[in-house]
């Protein structure tokens, strides 16, 4: 499937802001399933400093000084991509998940040692003995990881309630597992930290997902929204994604952004300015498939 992505922030402050910097990951990052025909990041007021690279995580990321004066700050993300169809990963068929937390203790070869910095704790990702608790219960003794993994993912899907504005982003993976409740950025740090507390390496994945209306309606410009999801890594395979807000196995219908241990490490839009006092953010969303 190709794709037609837009999102849209704009950042209203009450008073002047003198100074912005802000690190964007908007741009698309191309992947083996995943090319990017074209992309630009369009920004106003017009940066003073502007500089494009790769991230630790070898994501699209584009650094930015502002210091004209301004009371609203617009950045638009523009972009074309081509997304494959994943290939069916064999469920059964992987190593059981002892077997790829063991490989991920004395890590031989470059694959695995770049895995294996999934399996700790991160800022947005800790856990409680609540928390591997309720991993366990889908990887008895012997369990196929991927089939694990499956598992997981589905209970999350069926146990928590997806559920706007009861979250943020600091809140505790121990407060989303206990109130079994909150958005697919929640979840995909429940099911990291899941997979994590078994000694799995598990790393968090934000993109859009593209989106069908109610039959007989017309899709909304802008009604769209930035979505995640998980890898989990698997010994001889490599990264499989799962998405427990959907409980699918993503495929051509997932658009990849960015990849990093939890939301901090990509973030759309993070910074800080001197100014601006009370603000509003309105963010708007579009994926339009185009062939």
Known sequence: MIYDVSHRTTFEYAHSVSVSHQVLHLAPRPHARQRVTRES????????VRDER??????????????????????SSQFRVEVLAAPGPGFDLS?????????????????????SQFVFAS??????????????????????LLSGVRALTARIFDELEYEGNVTDVWTPVQQVLAERRGVCQDFAHL?????????LAARYVSGYLRTHPPEGKEKLVGADASHAWI??????????EFDPTNDVVPDNEHITVSWGRDYGDVSPINGFIVGGGDHVVSVGVDVRPVG
């Open 41 to 48: 990041v369009v920004v106003d007021p017009t940066p003073i």
């Open 54 to 75: 790769t991230d630790y995580f070898g994501n699209p990321v584009t650094y930015l000084t502002i210091q004209e004066p301004h009371q609203r700050l617009s950045v």
């Open 95 to 115: 190593p059981s998940w002892e077997r790829a937390a063991t490989v991920l203790q004395m890590p031989e070869g470059a694959e695995a040692i770049a895995a």
């Open 123 to 144: 800022p947005y990702v800790t856990w409680s003995g609540e928390v591997r608790e309720y991993a366990i219960e889908s990887f008895s003794a012997g369990t196929p």
């Open 191 to 199: 099911e990291i930290a899941c997979l994590r507390s078994l000694g």
């Open 231 to 240: 890898a989990v890594w698997c010994p001889h395979t490599g990264w499989i």
